[in-house]
Structure formats: C-alpha cells, structure tokens
C-alpha cells in the first residue's frame, strides 16, 4: 500500500522556468511533510519541509504547498537552474505516532539550459 | 564536517556472507534511523534509536538483520548470510529529538551481493 505516491516520474524544465513536483498522501494522520532532493551515488539532501498547521513554507526558490483537504503537496522551484536537476522525493511522517518517514518513489527533474 | 558519515560507502560481497556497516550521526542528534533504497524506490524505513533503545523496526527487518547502537552514539547494521535481494543502498539518518524532527541523511553504504 502506497501511502504517498509521485505520479511523476519525470519533469523536464526550461532554465529559468518555474519547476513543480507533485506528491499525493492517503493517510490523513501525517502531519508532517519534506522534500529531499537526491544526486547519484549520494543520501537525500533535505530541502524544505512544512507541518500539517501550515498551507505553505517558503525559503529561498523553493515554496512547498500543503493542500490537506486534497491530501496533497507540491514544491515549486523558481527560477529553475540546471543545477536543480536531480531526483526529488516527497516524505511523509507522524502517522501511527512515530517518528519514521514514509517516502515517495521519486520524480526526476531535469532543468534545461 | 559534522553532517552524518557511513562507512564503507561500497561493499561488494558474495552470496552467504555477513556484512557489517556502521553510521556515525551528527553529534548533538539523539535519534538514528536506518532505511533502504532500491532501483526505482524511494527509502524504506527499517529502523530507529533514540540515544541507546532500539525503539521500531520493520517487517522488512528479518532474523537475519540486526542493529545497535550502543552507547547512543554510532551505529551499526549487519546484515548475516546476505541473499541477493539484499542488494541495496542502505541509509543511515540522524535528527533531534524535537516534534517537527527533520532527518538528515549520511552518503549511504552500497551492498552489492554476488
């Protein structure tokens, strides 16, 4: 049971360009969301997260949206740069009162210059 | 550099073996998490500490997979008579024991099993 879910495998952007990756939950108990940002060979690298009272975090180029009557979440980067491209994951946690995160199974984001 | 560090990066074994990695987390952080990413996947959860107890595993933690973390500071996964299912990047996180508890990851171990 896929319990958050990116529908998107993949995004390709123009330079400059607003890029936005989408994230959909089922469990209305997470209340607490991110998104990592992967390179090969390398951990995620946490980006921006926002808890479940707020219906957007912003810092810097990157906004993530909460829609939770939706059960969904978006990042926004703008503008896109080539250096942004990597794979993007969207985590969800607080659900069944622990503290491990339930992830996405990813979207690819190449921005072109 | 004081961010979470995983040793050895890349492990080749074969078929049969154990396998031992270990997870320094960042100093001041209290919990530790190990997960487990696949071609494709996104990290799966396998287990977290806070300080020395083991406080959830998950039902992907067979008998044949064990961690610790001793003293609440580093950490280790072994993993005995490796299958090649067990080929993987496995990920070692550490956060603070705060409400909204942001995980930051190490580079992870790459297992390739013969």
């Known amino acids: 049971d896929q319990q958050v879910k990116q529908n998107s495998p993949s995004l390709s952007v123009q330079e400059g360009r607003i890029s936005i990756l989408n994230c959909d939950y089922t469990n209305s108990m997470f209340d607490y969301f991110l998104w990592y940002k992967k390179y090969p060979a390398e951990g995620p690298t946490f980006l921006i997260s926002i808890s479940s009272i707020k219906d957007k975090n912003e810092d810097g180029r990157f906004t993530v949206f909460l829609n939770k009557s939706a059960k969904h979440l978006s990042l926004h980067i703008v503008p896109s740069q080539p250096g942004d491209s990597a794979v993007y994951f969207c985590a969800a946690s607080g659900a069944s009162g622990t503290y491990k995160y339930i992830f996405g199974t990813g979207t690819r984001l190449k921005v072109l210059a | 550099d004081t961010g979470v560090s995983q040793d050895p990066r890349h492990k080749i074994t074969k078929r049969g073996q154990n396998v031992t990695f270990r997870c320094d987390p960042i100093s001041e952080h209290n919990r530790l998490y190990w997960y487990r990413q696949t071609l494709g996947q996104g990290p799966e959860f396998l287990t977290y500490?806070?300080?020395?107890?083991?406080?959830?595993k998950s039902r992907l933690l067979s008998d044949r997979f064990s961690a610790e973390r001793p003293k609440g500071s580093f950490s280790t996964l072994e993993i005995q008579r490796t299958e090649q299912g067990d080929s993987a990047m496995y990920l070692c996180?550490?956060?603070?024991?705060?409400?909204?508890?942001?995980?930051?990851f190490g580079p992870g171990t790459r297992l390739t099993v013969l």
């Open positions: 500490f806070q300080n020395e107890a083991q406080l959830e």
């Open positions: 996180a550490s956060s603070l024991n705060l409400i909204t508890d942001t995980q930051y």
